[in-house]
C-alpha cells in the first residue's frame, strides 16, 4: 500500500490518542539479567492504553513494569500503572521502551 506521496502507508494500530508530553517517570522492572531495578526516565508520549519512554537499558518484550508518572501540577501528584514492555528500540545513548498497560485507570498518589 501506497500513500498519495509515494511512500508506503503504515497501517496505524492505535486505539488511543496519544499525548506528546515529557515527564518525569520512575520506572521498576527485573531486567534482562533478572536484576530488579529502578531508573529514572523521560515520558515522550502517554496514552490511556500506554506509553512510550526513554530508559538507560533494553527490555525484551513480555517485561514486566511498574511506572510512575509525575504529572506536573503545583502538588507532587503522581499516577501509577502496571504494564508490560511491547517494543524495545534501541538508540544512541537510551533505548525507547513501548508499553501497554493493564488497564487505563491508574493508581493516583501525592508523594
Not at 501540577?73 to 501509577?80: I, P
Not at 504494564?83 to 501497554?100: C, D, F, Q, T, Y
Request: aromatic letters at 12%; glycine letters at 10%.
Amino acid at each position: 500500500m501506497f500513500n498519495s506521496t509515494g511512500g508506503v502507508a503504515v497501517l496505524e494500530r492505535r486505539r488511543s490518542r496519544r499525548f506528546k508530553v515529557g515527564w518525569d517517570v520512575t520506572v521498576t522492572a527485573t531486567d534482562n539479567g533478572g536484576s530488579v531495578f529502578g531508573e529514572t526516565a523521560t515520558l515522550e508520549n502517554l496514552s490511556s492504553s500506554g506509553a512510550f519512554l526513554f530508559l538507560t537499558r533494553h527490555l525484551d518484550p513480555g517485561t514486566r513494569a511498574e511506572v510512575w508518572i509525575r504529572v506536573p501540577f503545583k502538588r507532587e501528584n503522581w499516577m501509577k500503572y502496571f504494564g508490560e514492555v511491547v517494543r524495545s528500540e534501541p538508540m544512541p545513548a537510551r533505548v525507547g521502551i513501548a508499553l501497554k498497560f493493564d488497564t487505563a485507570r491508574p493508581i493516583f498518589d501525592v508523594r
